[in-house]
């Protein structure tokens, strides 16, 4: 049975039943490969959703670009403007880490929106910088206040980033909003990774809850490696003389080059 592209409806109709997968892709090469393994959500660049061949390569998935705050804009005005264009280029929610009253301002004009909770890395000096959240009674009753408020600002959805298991499944029971898990278990609604840490193309630190499923990195490698060698023969192969060879050549009429030799020899 062919594959539709879900509606948030779809998808909060799916809450509690089975769980959804989300990939952060960055290329159109990567989106369609998340459209073909059957990934339900993607979180896109600004550049790929306004790519016009974007919906060619990932006609089904459920996209949602990401939170690029410069380019975003600054006021819920500009941030609006922003998630009016991302829209008609097809997109199909909005993440935004802003304000509760910039999130009820894109709900206030049906805009759907995907918040955020525990660890928001754009906010982490204000829990204590890039660790968990909720690890302990006060700050579990934080994240919860978090989710309440993305309630009542009209999200449809949360990442929940690095949060204890327990209290990330506690949470995702008693919301209605779609939570997706980095992190933060197997108790929410959907997980989420990177597609450089499961296809191995990180070059720095991979986060405690990613999972490397291909070596890409090696594969890089090993490609630039083989470039760096044709590159090199081509250039041996210059300066010994053993390119260009007649088979790579035009070869002249030998009449024809006899007459224009004479003819530069004319010229003098």
């Known amino acids: 049975m062919a594959r539709s592209r879900p509606t948030v409806a779809d998808l909060q109709a799916l809450k509690g039943k089975r769980q959804l997968s989300k990939l952060r892709v960055f290329s159109l090469d990567e989106a369609e490969a998340a459209e073909r393994a059957g990934i339900d959500m993607i979180s896109v660049t600004y550049e790929l959703i306004f790519d016009p061949r974007f919906r060619d390569a990932a006609p089904t ?48 004009e049906h805009i759907p929106v995907c918040g955020h909770v525990g660890l928001i890395p754009a906010h982490a000096t ?52 779609i939570m997706i898990s980095m992190g933060a278990g197997a108790g929410c609604d959907a997980q989420y990774l990177f597609s450089e840490d499961v296809l191995g193309t990180n070059r720095g630190r991979y986060p405690r809850h990613a999972k490397r499923y291909r070596d890409l990195a090696a594969e890089f490698d090993r490609i630039q490696n083989e470039r760096i060698a044709a590159f090199s023969e081509y250039a041996a192969d210059i300066r010994s003389g053993a390119y260009p060879e007649p088979r790579h050549m035009v070869e002249a009429d030998a009449e024809e080059l006899r007459k224009f030799e004479a003819f530069l020899d004319a010229e003098g």
């Open 126 to 177: 204000w829990t204590g910088g890039f660790k968990a959240v909720g690890k302990t009674a006060e700050s579990a009753a934080f994240v919860w206040k978090q989710v309440k408020d993305l309630e009542a600002a009209g999200a449809f959805a949360a990442e929940i980033e690095v949060v204890p298991a327990e209290v990330a499944s506690a949470i995702s029971r008693r919301t209605p909003l």
């Open 61 to 108: 998935c459920f996209a949602i670009p990401g939170d690029e705050q410069a380019k975003m804009g600054a006021t819920t005005d500009e941030i609006l403007r922003m998630a009016v264009k991302l829209r008609a280029a097809s997109a199909d929610a909005m993440y935004c880490s802003a304000s509760l009253q910039t999130i009820r301002r894109l709900r206030d």
